[in-house]
């Protein structure tokens, strides 16, 4: 057994008063944290293991009490002990929303996450919350290039040959009304839960960020696709819904789309990046899988913008090189 689980028995049993808890590791997301299922007086617990040389409880904590607030569905904090790093939280289950986006369920459940985003986006407090600028953006740009096509392709640095398209999209994003972003909003994030759905994780990193950030990880995710047109849909319904909510005010469809378009772009580019990153430095790779539906929603969406040709062009034949990997 792990020191850091010896410490966590001892946590549950000695300062909490559990009785030999049996903890069953459950799956790691794409952190340096860990999870673990835990019944505890009859009743299933989370406890997330978050070292603290590499992780901060705090931003969990304070998210976790705002979104509570908000009137949504998160995990509430049961016991914590931030010297050591451990959390021990409510229980929504363990069913994904991926594993249930099918035919006969994926309306109803993204109607209830369009809902719980409108709510998240017009009652969530964003005081002191960290903002989503332009460094930040250009930051998780530059993952594409520095990870996917340096380190994974082994291609020539092409920062410069993108700098102009990455300033269009981060331009495009501070543009947007800046609203509560949660940063993760997608399938393995949302818990398909009987009441009060969906129940929502993973949203320690939130910012003060562009509105439409969230709505693209969610539609355009990066596990699983959908038609354009169908995608085109929902993200009208939550147009609708975010007008009726004052969070849209003023902002046209044609206009709402083009950000709609441009944000994914962006949080694509990261994402490819992210999973790149994660094979090669952390030694994950389940994450390489998706790369290339990623990458192919930016040769799909960039190819309706002619100021974003030279973006096209690069992705389509960096996802041609995956094809060709041996």
Known sequence: MS???????????NHLGYQAPLLVAITNDASFRRYFRVVLDNVSHIVMDAPPEQENCLPFIDIAQRLQVSGLNVPKIVASNLEQGFLLLTDLGTELYLSALNEAHVEKLYSDALDALVLMQSRTSTDDLPL???????????????WLLGKHLNLPSQQDNLKTCFELLSNSALSQPQVF??????SRNLMLVPQHNPGLLDFQDAVLGPVTYDLVSLLRDCYITWPLERVKSWAMEYYTRAQQADILHGVDERHFLRWFDWMGIQRHLKASGIFARLYHRDGKSGYLKDIPRTLNYIVEVSANYPELADLHQLVKKTGDSLICEP
């Open 132 to 146: 989503y600028n332009h460094q930040l953006l250009h930051n998780e740009m530059n993952l594409f290039t520095d």
């Open 3 to 13: 020191k850091r689980l010896n410490m966590l028995q001892d946590w549950l049993q």
């Open 181 to 186: 972003v949660h940063r993760d909003y997608h």
